[in-house]
């Protein structure tokens, strides 16, 4: 096992699953790797591209992380991404809390992407057995968006991978993602025209795990987590979620994973993000989406501020995850073009 390989490989049955996915449909999801080579997240995607005797994958490259940074993302993803039974999920917790066990609770359970009540209980039972140190720490709630420093990516293009056979290569090397260059400003209202569409499809929201009182007046969903909830750091009940994430750097990629859980979990839901495809984020979101829909312009985000549309960086998609992307396809088609990913 690698230093950033956190969790046992995959049973058989399951590898063999995800081997014969890549054989048919190729590698969906980047894997990631830092600056020096060495994965973070993919081990068994690569494992199974090299039984199957490919050399041509897509690679995500996250630079300037720390060691223990590395760890962390690593653990984030998993969390978020597998299936993992309740021992599995604490064995992760247990592992960092005792590389960091001077962190609050709700600092961990932030980072980790999972319930401060749950890092409570692990720490509890630790240090009973004498598994993770006892320190004095801050048990307070820490609010989003987390101070750090904006990490450093490039997407490599699995045609790099040609450049060995003489054949024309493509590198995408950039010192931030496109979306890094958004405000941060989080306070972005959906227009009514893509909630009225979204509540149609879904039959209405029972959570929104990224908004506030003031959003949740257009949006009406009957639970809502706002930035002093701290949403990631929250239970998210099964049920009909709309989602308008923060579009910052460190905040959209988590809220992203987390809302893939949720589906994963047996939620339905509409999420409105930037169509940044390049990222490892989006691709997870493409890999539980049922429909997606790339609108014909801009989404015109309301400012709430001054009252107004505001203008957006990029363009947006919108992605359904449920049982109904027919009626997802009725509503959003005249809004832009809606395609259906083949499962």
């Excluded at 990222?279 to 501020?305: I, S």
């Excluded at 990029?314 to 995850?321: L, P, V």
Aim: charge should be neutral.
């Amino acid at each position: 096992m690698t230093a950033y390989q956190v969790l046992p490989d995959l049973s058989a049955e399951d590898f063999a699953a995800l081997r014969a996915d890549i054989a048919a449909r190729g590698v969906l999801v980047p894997v990631e790797y830092d600056e020096d080579g060495n994965i973070l997240d993919g081990h068994h995607r690569v494992r199974a591209c090299e039984e199957l005797g490919l050399t041509d994958w897509p690679r995500f490259i996250r630079k300037g992380l720390s060691e223990a940074d590395k760890r962390i993302h690593a653990r984030q993803l998993n969390l978020a991404r597998r299936h993992l039974n309740r021992d599995q999920k604490r064995d992760l917790i247990a592992a960092q809390l005792r590389e960091t066990p001077e962190k609050s609770n709700r600092q961990v359970a932030e980072g980790l992407g999972v319930d401060h009540k749950t890092v409570q209980a692990v720490r509890a039972e630790g240090e009973r057995l004498g598994e993770i140190p006892q320190v004095e720490v801050r048990q307070g709630k820490i609010a989003y968006p987390a101070v750090r420093k904006p990490i450093r990516t490039s997407f490599v293009d699995t045609l790099e991978a040609r450049v060995a056979e003489g054949k024309a290569a493509l590198r995408i090397d950039i010192t931030k993602p496109h979306v890094a260059h958004n405000t941060g400003k989080v306070e972005w209202y959906t227009p009514g025209h893509i909630l009225d569409a979204a509540r149609e499809v879904l039959g209405g929201f029972d959570l929104d795990p990224a908004s506030s009182m003031a959003a949740n007046e257009a949006v009406r969903a009957a639970r809502i987590f706002t930035a002093e909830d701290d949403g990631l750091a929250q239970d998210w009940p099964v049920g009909r979620i709309w989602m308008n994430p923060p579009y910052a750097s460190g905040l959209v990629d988590r809220f992203a994973l987390r809302f893939c859980q949720a589906i994963r979990d047996g939620s339905s839901g509409v999420v409105l993000v930037n169509n940044a495809t390049e990222t490892g984020w989006f691709q997870e979101l493409l890999g539980v989406a049922d429909a997606v829909c790339f609108p014909k312009g801009r989404v015109r985000f309301v400012d709430p501020e001054k009252g107004e549309a505001g203008a957006p960086l990029q363009g947006q998609a919108i992605i359904y995850c449920g049982p109904r992307p027919g009626d997802f396809r009725a509503a959003f088609c005249e809004r832009g073009t809606v395609l259906c990913p083949l499962r």
